[in-house]
Nanobody, 121 residues
């Protein structure tokens, strides 16, 4: 029905930057909200940043001032610009979307496959 494909992860030194991309495709009517989560080894998945269809954003306290989420509604794409990266930002980053799907009466949640971000000290 809906696929989320992420890209942009990799290895970077502390203080560096990365930009993550997530593109949604499939039987999409519209996307309500999109977001980025991350999961470090041995830890629970946590919200990093979210953005609504109108552009309202929210961030985890740990990334405020360093990360910026944005989206292109026409392209069903969400981005995460990550600056001043720290070793503690190392995790698998997952894209998430709350989607109105063709032929369904309620929105459905989808996840990407994840992209690894590693920050070396």
């Amino acid at each position: 029905q809906v696929q989320l494909v992420e890209s942009g992860g990799g290895l970077v030194q502390a203080g560096g930057s990365l930009r993550l991309f997530c593109s949604a495709s499939g039987s999409i009517v519209s996307i309500k909200a999109m977001g980025w989560y991350r999961q470090a080894p041995g830890k629970q998945r946590e919200l990093v940043a979210g953005i609504t269809s109108s552009g309202s954003t929210n961030y985890a306290d740990s990334v405020k001032g360093r990360f910026t989420i944005s989206r292109d509604n026409a392209e069903n794409t969400v981005y995460l610009q990550m600056n001043s990266l720290k070793p503690e930002d190392t995790a698998v980053y997952y894209c998430n979307a709350d989607v109105w799907v063709l032929f369904y009466s309620s929105s459905r949640e989808y996840w990407g496959q994840g992209t690894q971000v590693t920050v070396s000290s």
